[in-house]
């Protein structure tokens, strides 16, 4: 590979403090040799490559640390390769993969086959999770220590929580030793239990049952108590109410430490999007009110909450042409989880470094990998956007095998144009 | 003469029945003159007219119904066309079969209109948008009941003359009731003022933004009503534990002679049926023939859905 000089950029690296025009250098072996100010045009050697960014943004590529593949078993939804160009289209260079699959990735002779998955079909990189209990069942927990030895990166059951408090507390209390990440879905089944929707207006007008925002709260309440007696990495996968918000706000004052995340979904939408049952806003968890919406952007500004997720989920048509009881959960999203958030930033709601940070240093530091960032010597795993390129959101348009997009026909404003994957140009737009 | 040329002035914008929320108010005053001439028909001797002659119309219940199957079936009958009503035990459905591909399957037959009862709410919108036939719903889980409530206002106006400025108490199981919720939207609209009561844990979230007082004291609900409208307990529909017993349901809640004293001396008493005598409602009560109605509604049901076929009927 020749030496890339990436020149006229804007360059954002949040977790450096760079935000300045100038360039990044990409050395042969596609790590980056040199970022910032200093990388200019008038001292390209000969031998190198010279690309012109033309005065776009130049970011970490993204982490995206909730993403459902379908490999295995669900293949017709979403496979690696086609999960691969969706996220190159979207800026995401590394993704955390779900276990909920078919069979459930829980033991260790599944993870070779996913990283061999990975590896062959993809060309972002792949960090799976295991499941936290055995078929995600939440009786017995798995092999924390020999997973994590084959390249497991953390531990979830993905679209479940682990509802019974004494096996969540031995989870905690072994993964503490283990030195295992856990991911939890907070939500309580029981109060959720035959939920569609956020219970409120909305749902007694369309006659849907509701999901009380209680049930998110009482299972945070519930491992951030537990997580006093038992410290172990705890991150809460989504949240999507103003309680939950204030719950974490106290904890953190508090001194605990943990982290959250929240789906771009609930910081861009709300429950009168449902309109007039549409099967692709049935999300988990389910889109609030207007007000519970704005607490989660506040809560992103004072860091209450540390990452954004796409939480890519696809479903195939099938799945979703069904009664809204009947309907499958979940959206794709990693293609436009840039773009959406960029709106965010186009209305004044979040700035561009907090955004950016979101969804790149943040979950990085959280998995502890060295990515989402552009620190010498890391991957030059890079996304290239342009900041206020106007576009509309059309399902043919999209690389993933499923279509389910929540925001069919949204105008959006900035897209990326081009995505590095280890210093090689691995998608571009034309 | 002069109330017919205003009804031929109204349009009715839609090809489907799917809720209260979607009409407006000429519309359903357009319905329910139209259902007045047919009160007097079905009373006649002769009960059948040649209005939808020709035209095929399929009942699709995916709920077990008596009266209001019946109800449209008779309906349909009366006004000459012809009907179908789908067996749902004995089809694809319980092969596996999705609400998309029945409809289908049954819109390549030509129906002009289909009545569907489902168990979940939308289900007759969805319906709508993929068939070229007009859909009438009778029923669809919480959300709406469309022609019980129109039935339930024109019994109302045939004994009180209007519905403007009575006073409506609706008891009973809110949470798991799509008859309540179209009454509420349509009493609301008419002018009515509408009370809930009922227990806490069977009132929907936010009820009160429907435009209706809450009560969870029987006689503070009913105090000063004209209408007392009783609702069945679901115990189908609930999952899990929404009250200590049927016992204790009837002294709160259940309407009783001791309770309906606090309303108008001439209140009527009202119910969608089926009843659970002795658990929503004293069986004398319900057969009491100067306050109940509960007979009336049924035999105006059949009125409401003949002027709800011919109008929604789809036009060619």
């Known amino acids: ?430 | 003469m002069a109330t017919t040329k205003k009804l031929k002035a109204v349009k009715i914008n839609q090809n489907h029945l799917l809720g209260i929320q979607d009409l407006s108010f000429s519309e359903v005053s357009h319905i329910l003159n139209e259902a007045k001439t047919y009160i007097k028909l079905n009373k006649s001797s002769n009960k059948k007219v040649d209005t939808l002659r020709g035209k095929t119309q399929i009942n699709l219940f995916f709920e077990p119904s008596t009266r209001t199957q019946s109800s449209f079936e008779l309906a349909g009958k009366r006004l000459g066309a012809d009907v179908m009503s789908m067996n749902i035990v004995n089809s694809a459905i319980k092969k596996g079969e999705t609400l998309i591909d029945t409809a289908m399957t049954l819109n390549a037959m030509h129906p002009d209109i289909i009545v569907v009862r489902h168990q979940d709410s939308g289900a007759p919108n969805l319906l709508a948008q993929k068939v070229n036939c007009s859909v009438i719903n009778a029923g669809d889980g919480r959300r709406e009941h469309p022609t019980q409530a129109l039935l339930d206002a024109l019994t109302i106006i045939n004994r009180r003359g209007k519905v403007e400025g009575l006073k409506i108490a609706i008891c009973g199981d809110i949470l798991h009731s799509r008859v309540a919720r179209s009454n509420i939207y349509l009493m609301n609209m008419l002018g009515a003022e509408v009370n809930v009561v009922a227990p806490k844990t069977l009132l929907p979230h936010s009820i009160e933004l429907l435009g209706v007082k809450v009560f969870t004291d029987m006689k503070k609900g009913l105090d000063g009503c004209d209408i007392v409208m009783m609702l069945r307990l679901q115990s189908e529909r609930m999952q899990g534990s929404f009250l200590p017993s049927h016992r204790e349901y009837y002294e709160y809640f259940g309407l009783t002679p001791d309770k309906l004293e606090v309303a108008k001396k001439d209140a009527l008493i009202m119910h969608p049926g089926p009843m659970n005598r002795g658990v929503e409602i004293d069986t004398n009560l319900a057969d009491d023939i100067n306050r109940s109605v509960i007979r009336e509604q049924v035999e105006l049901g059949v009125a409401i859905r003949m002027a709800c076929l011919k109008i929604f009927c789809k036009k060619n």
Not at chain 1, 8 to 37: M, S
Not at chain 1, 376 to 404: E, H, Q, R, Y
């Open chain 1, 1 to 430: 590979m020749k030496e890339k000089y990436l020149i006229n950029a804007r360059i954002i690296d949040p977790k450096n403090n760079i935000d300045e025009i100038g360039g990044l250098i990409i050395d042969e072996k596609g790590n980056i040799k040199a970022t910032g100010k200093k990388v200019v045009c008038d001292n390209l050697p000969s031998k190198s490559e010279k690309i012109d960014l033309k005065n776009k943004i130049l970011i970490p590529g993204l982490v995206d640390m909730r993403v459902f593949v379908g490999e295995p078993g669900y293949e017709y939804k979403e496979n690696f390769r086609t999960l691969s160009n969706a996220a190159l289209s979207g800026g995401v260079t590394s993704v955390v993969s779900m276990p909920n699959t078919l069979p459930v990735i829980d033991n260790i002779s599944m993870v070779d086959f996913l990283k061999r998955r990975g590896r062959d079909k993809s060309r972002i990189n792949i960090y799976p999770t295991a499941s936290l209990t055995k078929n995600t069942e939440g009786k017995q927990m798995t092999e924390f220590g020999l997973l994590q030895r084959k390249g497991i990166s953390a531990f979830t059951d993905g679209d479940k929580a682990v509802q019974n408090p004494q096996l969540m507390s031995r989870i905690m209390n072994f993964a503490s030793q283990s030195n295992s990440l856990i991911i939890q879905h907070a939500e309580d089944s029981i109060l959720a239990s035959g939920g569609l929707i956020n219970d409120g207006e909305i749902s007694t007008r369309l006659g849907l049952q509701g999901i009380p925002a209680l049930a998110e709260k009482i299972i945070v309440e519930r491992d951030l108590s537990l997580l006093e007696e038992y410290f172990c990495r705890y991150h809460i996968s989504q949240i999507s109410s103003e309680k939950t918000v204030s719950i974490i706000k106290k904890a953190k004052k508090e001194g605990k430490i943990f982290s959250t995340g929240v789906s771009i979904n609930n910081l861009s939408l709300n429950e009168n999007d449902i309109g007039d049952f549409k099967t692709f806003l049935k999300l988990s968890p389910p889109l609030r009110t207007e007000d519970d919406r704005k607490s989660l952007v506040e809560a992103i500004n004072d860091g209450t909450i540390d990452v954004i997720v796409s939480d890519h989920k696809p479903q195939d048509e099938e799945s979703k042409r069904l009664t809204f009881a009947q309907a499958a959960t979940g959206a794709v999203g990693i293609e436009t989880l840039l773009p959406l958030a960029l709106e965010l930033y186009h209305n004044k709601s979040i700035n561009l470094n907090k955004l950016i940070c979101t969804m790149t240093s943040n979950p990085a530091k959280i998995l502890g990998i060295k990515k989402g960032s552009l620190d010498i010597g890391s991957d030059a795993d890079l996304c290239i956007l342009d900041i206020n390129k106007p576009w509309v959101v059309k399902k043919s348009d999209l690389m993933s095998k499923s279509k389910n997009t929540p925001i069919e026909d949204r105008k959006l404003q900035g897209q990326i144009m081009k995505t590095f994957v280890k210093g090689e140009l691995a998608f571009e737009r034309t």
